[in-house]
């Protein structure tokens, strides 16, 4: 018998809406193109569950900044020249959404979606026992420069409004929540510290959703790329796979960055494009408790177990895989600029290197809801995946059984302006 709902993609956003939907009685079909699951951006990220960074990358000014990476100038967001073609819709909406009043609607949502999700989470740990590496004890960011600390001490009074906790910290009491941080503590201008985020790994996350979804009674087919949709009498019906047809009620579009090539031959254009990040990960080293953002280079260093892992950088240059040494070798140096006596006798080649596409929406807002009659859509994450992913998956299982969603589900719609 074919299922309600069929699922494309097993990343966090695929999985998490399975378990929801399975949870509410419906029947459930994952269809995944890799070898298993979260094996793309799932994978290795940065292991951080922050409401505190609800703000989307588009903030005033990433236009010239944006531009300056075009002819070399340092930024947190790199522009790759070969990728402008491939741009212009989401790229003008991107700079449309950069305005004060857009970027503080935008966050506002986030915020509100990560909130309801990142207590989302740990209930579904504790309901599923999930050993995921998860520890309580909150998020710092750090920084070297005033006006970063004060860009940020912006948006984080902001946020406050909503519930969001936040302490602002000398360099040295910083120090003190991290000891591992006490060797560069007279370089920092401040921190910034928030209780209520937390560190756990994605992909143990995922892997025990795997399960519980085959429990519950959920299909989830590996090796199986969908190539298609199947549309009749103006109703997706289906789609059309590597292995064979399947069919459902109702298709769910949760592909991450490669959504946007599901939908674009129906006519449907899905504002949401890829920004290539990268993290290195060593293994059995004993790392900080706290995980520790510097923001201005959108990068964060995380200890998950017995793995230190720093991840981040913003790249826009398509779906290009490579693991070069000259966007890797940064990482490795912050590390040491951060850690200097844990990293001082670390190399690249001690190093896992991997590289993901965070699907970035040109609002910074993810889209959850219907498209269209048979069709429904659960991507745009951004660097927000793993915070959002169970409050997303919730949200929009409650707006396919028609049950009273927990959150407002307006902001998320695609068909928003
Ligand atoms: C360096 C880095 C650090 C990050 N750190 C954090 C963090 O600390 N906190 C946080 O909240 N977020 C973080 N993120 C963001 C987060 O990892 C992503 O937003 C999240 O993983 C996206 O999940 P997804 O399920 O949408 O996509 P994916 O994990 O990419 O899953 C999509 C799945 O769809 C499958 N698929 C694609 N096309 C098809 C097809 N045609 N047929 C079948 N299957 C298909 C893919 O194989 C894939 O498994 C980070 C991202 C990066 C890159």
Known sequence: MEPEFQI??????????????????ASVRVIEARESVALETSFANAGMVHASL????????????MLGSLIGVKSPMTLRLKTLPSLTGWGLKFLKHATPSRHWRATQANYQLAEYS??????????LNIQDDFQGLGLLKIFRQQAALDKAALISDKLCS????????????AAQKEPCLAPIADKLVGAIYYPDDYKADAYSFCRALEQAVIKLGGEILINTKV?????????????????????????IIAAGARSTN?????GICLHVRPVKGYSLSFENVKGPRLPVVDDGQHCAVTSLGQVIRIA???EITGFDTSLPRSRLMPLLTMLREVYPALAQNLSLEDGKAWQGFRPVSADGIPCIGMVKPGLAINTGHGHMGWTLSAGSGALLADILRAKPTKIDSTPFRLNRT
């Open 8 to 25: 494309i993609g097993g990343g966090l956003i695929g999985l998490s809406t399975a378990y929801a939907l399975l949870k509410r009685g």
């Open 54 to 65: 609800a703000d989307p990358w588009n903030g005033p000014g990433v236009g010239w900044q």
């Open 312 to 314: 981040g950088t913003a």
């Open 262 to 266: 599901l939908l674009r031959p129906l």
């Open 118 to 127: 990142a207590a989302l989470i740990h209930t579904w740990r504790h309901a």
């Open 162 to 173: 909503l519930g969001l906790r936040a302490e602002y910290l000398s360099g040295s009491a």
């Open 227 to 251: 190539l298609s949709l199947r549309e009749q009498n103006a109703r997706i019906t289906g789609a059309r796979t590597s292995a064979k047809d399947l069919q459902a009620d109702t298709t």
